[in-house]
């Protein structure tokens, strides 16, 4: 149960205000500070998500929270988005990281700022605050990243080692929706439509530009040695970016950062959302800023480098309120109570050819705490994969494991393209089985990330791969299960040739991070936030479509999944505008083979304002197929005033296949 602070230490305003770039383009800023004449520290959240709108109801519960603790808390629209001016583009690239490390110069020069500033952000913004720190400004002396990506080709959009991920697609659909969303004229004043389409005319879609970088090029980030500040890295176990939080605990200085690793999916984690119980996050960040920021505050450099949570052995379901589990401990990353433990597979060589549907169970790429989030049952998955199973004995304790599994696998490949998909599962004596973790190998991409060196068919070659992070216990009389496929849609696509492979187990290892038990004491106090700000979801008599179906044509041999990612309904904010938005992403493939895989999203919103007589919509629908040499983007987006029509434009692109 999420407690309402009411009372603090400060009486807080709040402001909205114009920063300039260096270029002389403003970004739209929201100050939150503390009534004193005496300068405080400036954390800052950087993020395009509209402040005003998008994620005002989230950035209500922190940032006066943050104030009133005696924090001026800085939220920020990225450039071409929400009410700042400018052109949108990737957000991520040097122009968007260029405008963080200017904003926190000026954040630093401010009056009321004390010179200290600290960056903080989930996913987007997250990101945003280590590619931020990368750059070493001065002022900024500590970071909160929570859900951030360090590596795109690691396991994050838009890669994993080697292969692309069909998530891509909604991922860029969404960003490119939320880049022709005009300036709300309430705040940006007359001027929002020339603005409006100014941005319209300059904007342009992410995906080709993802696809253009198969390999890991001059597109990944930037170098841990960079840092300077203070790093607090946040993840969930069931948030694809959580690898990173392992490798900055790895690769920091053991003086400038901390680790938690918990059981969320992708948001802060005092938000009670499932599948993993809130904590006090805001209060874990407060002494964080007190220590860095004020040279204040007690604990934080007696805590734990690192925090993680081991879940307990659970039957699977898409969504959970609560999992078992217990929180743990460890001294520094590697740590010295895991140790790596190698189980051989043996047996004769299988051939393993998964059918094109194969991965139709996988869950969510970006699990955000709805009801379809999670894998189902994976026994449906197992039946198509090669499957190697290690019972824990009954009368023995759990096998416990913390960090990142892998696979050593000897395989002769049938074709010059192909993928090997790995996935770890708790098999329950009645034989339920859960995903843990998974992970993927492009065969091109087996000399490297940073090349495509096609598989030699016929010869008996030796890969080697990583799954994700995992944070697990195996309970007694459970069985330990790899499960090898040779095709994972709609998670990744597929390769060509699909032809699959010829797996010699006698060759071919499991290695898991087991865990030595230890007594363990981590103790959160109950979450906490300001006040909400008072948006309302009007109800509706419409019955919501299923949230994730699966559809199978038996006649045209066809698979199609549908998902409704729950960003649809209507909201209304305190200020008087209402939101309307939908979404649906379907992806489909044939029985027929890999090179009928296609994906497609529609999107639309609707912005209204009826005291202003202000209504605006944007539709799109983009769509990706892909035969053996490109990819094939077409992303269509119409934007009307009024009913009218004032912008509609198609991007058709074909990127060459050089190794996803």
């Given at each position: 149960m999420t407690r309402i602070r009411t009372d603090f230490p400060y009486a807080t305003r709040h402001e909205d205000l114009r920063v300039p770039m260096p270029d002389g383009t403003p970004l739209y800023a929201r100050v939150w500070r503390p009534v004193t004449d005496e300068p405080v520290p400036a954390l800052l959240e950087y993020d395009p998500c509209r402040l005003t709108d998008g994620t005002a109801a989230r950035d209500a519960q922190r940032h006066p929270w943050?104030?009133?603790?005696?924090?001026?808390?800085?939220?920020?629209?990225?450039?071409?988005?929400?009410?700042?001016?400018?052109?949108?583009?990737?957000?991520?690239?040097?122009?968007?990281?260029?405008?963080?490390?200017?904003?926190?110069?000026?954040?630093?020069?401010?009056?009321?700022?004390?010179?200290?500033?600290?960056?903080?952000?989930?996913?987007?913004?997250?990101?945003?605050?280590?590619?931020?720190?990368?750059?070493?400004?001065?002022?900024?002396?500590?970071?909160?990243?929570?859900?951030?990506?360090?590596?795109?080709?690691?396991?994050?959009?838009?890669?994993?080692?080697?292969?692309?991920?069909?998530?891509?697609?909604?991922?860029?659909?969404?960003?490119?929706?939320?880049?022709?969303?005009?300036p709300d004229p309430r705040y940006a004043g007359e001027e929002?439509?020339?603005?409006?389409?100014?941005?319209?005319?300059?904007?342009?879609?992410?995906?080709?530009?993802?696809?253009?970088?198969?390999?890991?090029?001059?597109?990944?980030?930037?170098?841990?040695?960079?840092?300077?500040?203070?790093?607090?890295?946040?993840?969930?176990?069931?948030?694809?970016?959580?690898?990173?939080?392992?490798?900055?605990?790895?690769?920091?200085?053991?003086?400038?950062?901390?680790?938690?690793?918990?059981?969320?999916?992708?948001?802060?984690?005092?938000?009670?959302?499932?599948?993993?119980s809130a904590v006090g996050f805001l209060q874990e960040t407060l002494r964080w800023w007190d220590h860095h920021l004020k040279?204040?505050?007690d604990g934080v450099p007696d805590e734990p480098p690192l925090r993680a949570w081991i879940g307990g052995s659970h039957p699977p379901a898409p969504v959970y309120r609560e999992l078992p589990g217990r929180w743990v401990t460890e001294p520094s990353w590697p740590s010295p109570h895991v140790t790596p433990v190698t189980y051989g597979l043996g047996g004769g060589p299988v051939a393993v050819a998964s059918p094109p549907w194969t991965g139709v169970d996988a869950g969510r790429l970006l699990p955000s705490g709805s009801d379809g989030d999670l894998p189902p049952d994976q026994r449906g998955e197992d039946a198509l994969s090669a499957c190697f199973d290690f019972t824990v004995p009954e009368d023995g304790e759990p096998v416990?494991?913390?960090?990142?599994?892998?696979?050593?696998?000897?395989?002769?490949?049938?074709?010059?393209?192909?993928?090997?998909?790995?996935?770890?599962?708790?098999?329950?004596?009645?034989?339920?089985?859960?995903?843990?973790?998974?992970?993927?190998?492009?065969?091109?991409?087996?000399?490297?990330?940073?090349?495509?060196?096609?598989?030699?068919?016929?010869?008996?070659?030796?890969?080697?791969?990583?799954?994700?992070?995992?944070?697990?216990?195996?309970?007694p009389g459970h069985r330990v299960r790899l499960a090898v496929s040779s095709t994972y849609w709609p998670w990744l696509w597929p390769q060509p040739d699909g032809a699959g492979f010829a797996l010699d187990p006698a060759g071919s290892s499991l290695t898991l991070p087991v865990r030595a038990p230890t007594r363990d004491t981590v103790e959160w106090e109950e979450p906490e936030q300001a006040g909400p700000t008072g948006v309302t979801v009007p109800g509706t008599l419409e019955e919501p479509r299923p949230e994730r179906t699966v559809v199978r044509d038996v006649v045209k041999g066809e698979w199609r999944l549908e998902d409704d990612p729950r960003d649809g309904g209507?909201?209304?904010?305190?200020?008087?505008?209402?939101?309307?938005?939908?979404?649906?992403?379907?992806?489909?493939?044939?029985?027929?083979?890999?090179?009928?895989?296609?994906?497609?999203?529609?999107?639309?919103?609707?912005?209204?304002?009826?005291?202003?007589?202000?209504?605006?919509?944007?539709?799109?629908?983009?769509?990706?197929?892909?035969?053996a040499d490109a990819f094939h983007t077409s992303q269509e987006v119409v934007c009307a005033e009024g009913g009218e029509i004032v912008f509609h434009r198609t991007w058709e692109r074909r990127i060459p296949r050089t190794a996803g």
């Open positions: 943050y104030a009133g603790h005696g924090y001026a808390s800085v939220r920020v629209d990225v450039r071409g988005h929400g009410n700042s001016g400018g052109l949108p583009g990737d957000a991520h690239g040097a122009t968007g990281t260029d405008d963080g490390v200017a904003l926190v110069h000026w954040l630093a020069e401010q009056p009321w700022c004390s010179g200290e500033v600290g960056v903080f952000g989930v996913s987007w913004g997250g990101t945003a605050a280590l590619r931020i720190a990368a750059r070493a400004p001065g002022p900024l002396k500590a970071v909160v990243a929570v859900n951030a990506a360090d590596d795109p080709y690691g396991g994050a959009l838009p890669h994993l080692d080697g292969s692309v991920l069909a998530g891509a697609l909604p991922r860029a659909a969404a960003l490119l929706s939320l880049a022709c969303r005009p929002w439509r020339e603005r409006w389409l100014e941005r319209l005319e300059g904007v342009e879609p992410l995906l080709p530009r993802w696809l253009a970088h198969p390999a890991h090029d001059e597109q990944r980030h930037g170098e841990y040695g960079a840092i300077r500040a203070a790093v607090l890295a946040v993840g969930g176990l069931h948030d694809p970016y959580r690898d990173t939080v392992l490798r900055l605990a790895e690769h920091l200085p053991p003086d400038r950062v901390r680790a938690v690793l918990g059981p969320w999916s992708v948001h802060y984690p005092d938000r009670t959302l499932p599948p993993g040279g204040a505050g416990e494991i913390l960090g990142r599994p892998s696979v050593s696998l000897t395989l002769r490949a049938d074709a010059p393209t192909g993928q090997a998909v790995a996935r770890l599962c708790d098999v329950a004596p009645d034989g339920s089985s859960t995903l843990v973790t998974r992970g993927a190998l492009n065969l091109a991409a087996h000399i490297g990330r940073d090349r495509a060196v096609p598989a030699r068919p016929g010869a008996w070659e030796r890969v080697r791969f990583e799954l994700g992070t995992a944070g697990h216990a195996f309970a209507t909201r209304v904010h305190p200020d008087g505008l209402e939101i309307t938005e939908d979404a649906l992403d379907t992806y489909t493939i044939e029985e027929s083979g890999p090179l009928s895989a296609r994906a497609r999203s529609d999107r639309s919103v609707r912005l209204h304002r009826p005291d202003l007589g202000w209504n605006v919509t944007v539709e799109l629908r983009a769509e990706t197929t892909c035969d």
